[in-house]
């Protein structure tokens, strides 16, 4: 059974830095893109970022850019959200979601297992 | 990036209704779209591909249909754990987009 688990979600002050992981199991992690998709409290779906399964190529959205660093461990099974200089417009619940492929741009693009989810609020 | 809008915002629907709800992208995407679950307190759960297809395990009361820049969303007869919003994404073009949502409340 596909299991993701994200952690490290925590209260941080306007400007802080925090990094949040999402553990995976239950299937072969390199084989297949990862991305972290975040809903604010109330609010829609937003997409953050992804990464490919070899961890070659990256992807982030505007909002996030320059500011928030994907990465993954294929030899833990993990996958990370680095994220610095916080506003609270970043406020949200963080989701891991597994991609269809190895490669994130390569269609069909659909997040077919997600996590929990793992709340970061940014507040003073 | 595509803009995606969903109506209704929100319904409430008899228990055994059938219940539609559209999406409409701001550009053709073709039928890169998929539409997903989100009951209370829960994550988001694919519930339809690329447009049509029923994801494995989906009961098939859930079914959608479209292409271009129309899709339609349908529960042909409402259930009480149907419950829940859902939203439609499309990945025609990166980066992927969602709708607002559409909040599905038994009456």
């Known amino acids: 059974e596909v299991q993701l688990l994200e952690s490290g979600g925590d209260l941080v002050q306007p400007g802080g830095s925090l990094r949040v992981s999402c553990a995976a199991s239950?299937?072969?992690?390199?084989?297949?893109?990862m991305s972290w998709v975040r809903q604010a409290p109330g609010k829609g779906l937003e997409w953050v970022s992804a990464i490919s399964g070899s961890a070659e190529t990256t992807h982030y959205a505007d909002s996030v850019k320059g500011r928030f660093t994907i990465s993954r461990d294929n030899s833990k099974n993990t996958l990370y959200l680095q994220m610095n200089g916080l506003r609270a417009e970043d406020t949200a619940i963080y989701y891991c979601?597994?991609?269809?492929?190895?490669?994130?741009?390569?269609?069909?693009?659909?997040?077919?297992?997600w996590g929990q989810g793992t709340l970061v609020t940014v507040s003073s | 990036d595509i803009q995606m809008t969903q109506s209704p915002s929100s319904l409430s629907a008899s228990v055994g209704d059938r219940v539609t709800i559209t999406c409409q992208a701001s550009q053709d995407i073709s039928n890169y779209l998929n539409w997903y679950q989100q009951k209370p307190g829960k994550a988001p759960n694919l519930l339809i591909y690329d447009a049509s297809n029923l994801e494995t395990g989906v009961p098939s009361r859930f079914s959608g249909s479209g292409s271009g820049t129309d899709f339609t969303f349908t529960i042909s007869s409402l259930q009480p754990e149907d419950i829940a919003t859902y939203y439609c994404q499309q990945y025609n073009h990166l980066p992927p987009t969602f709708g607002p949502g559409t909040k599905v409340d038994i009456k």
């Open positions: 239950g299937f072969t992690f390199s084989s297949y893109a």
């Open positions: 979601a597994k991609l269809l492929r190895s490669i994130f741009s390569q269609p069909p693009l659909r997040f077919d297992c």
